[in-house]
């Protein structure tokens, strides 16, 4: 198997929770191809999916020396940073994701943190001009959701999630929040 072969069967892995082996792979591609940043955004996904944000922190920084205009790494960066609650250095990444690739994880992180600090009031008409931008996109659609779900109410709530599974059919959190009715 290449590198990229390799890469995808670690990317594989990790959505299959198979944790172990996708960890085996990414520590292989780092010790054949210490350069290679995607082997290391691997490694910092893996230690995120086990919560040991230090670690991850520590992957994703090396990912980011090698390649440092890749919106995907800002984003998790930022995600991990909130995690750790240093939420002004989460939204800078957030920020910078954006600038670098619109990446819509980081609008909807950045959603997240406004939240988080309690900007709520910038945080909704932010969300519907994403909802605008890209129509398409459900987890949009559902976080809106969850957001006027929150505020109260249950049955605007559930036109925005009957949206997102019309995006989205298999999407199984908008289908229990529906269930849950």
Do not use: C
């Not at 590198?3 to 996708?22: A, Q, V």
């Not at 920084?61 to 940073?81: Q, T, W």
């Not at 995690?83 to 990444?93: F, R, T, Y």
């Amino acid at each position: 198997m290449d590198f990229e072969e390799k890469l995808s069967r670690g990317f594989e892995l990790l959505r299959d929770k198979d944790i172990d082996h996708s960890l085996d792979i990414a520590r292989e591609l780092q010790r054949e191809n210490p350069e290679a940043h995607e082997a290391y955004y691997l490694e910092a996904l893996i230690m995120q999916q086990l919560n040991q944000y230090d670690m991850s922190l520590t992957s994703i920084k090396k990912a980011m020396e090698l390649a440092s205009d890749n919106g995907n790494y800002y984003n998790l960066r930022g995600s991990l940073l909130m995690q750790k609650e240093e939420l002004n250095e989460a939204e800078k990444d957030f920020d910078k994701a954006i600038e670098v690739s619109d990446s819509a994880g980081a609008h909807r992180n950045k959603v997240m943190l406004m939240l988080m600090t309690d900007r709520g009031q910038e945080a909704i008409p932010y969300l519907i001009g994403r909802i605008k931008a890209d129509p398409q996109d459900a987890e949009n659609w559902i976080l809106m959701g969850d957001m006027i779900k929150k505020g109260g109410q249950d049955e605007k709530a559930r036109t925005y999630y009957e949206q997102a599974l019309k995006i989205d059919p298999d999407n199984d959190y908008a289908r229990r929040q529906l269930e849950e009715e």
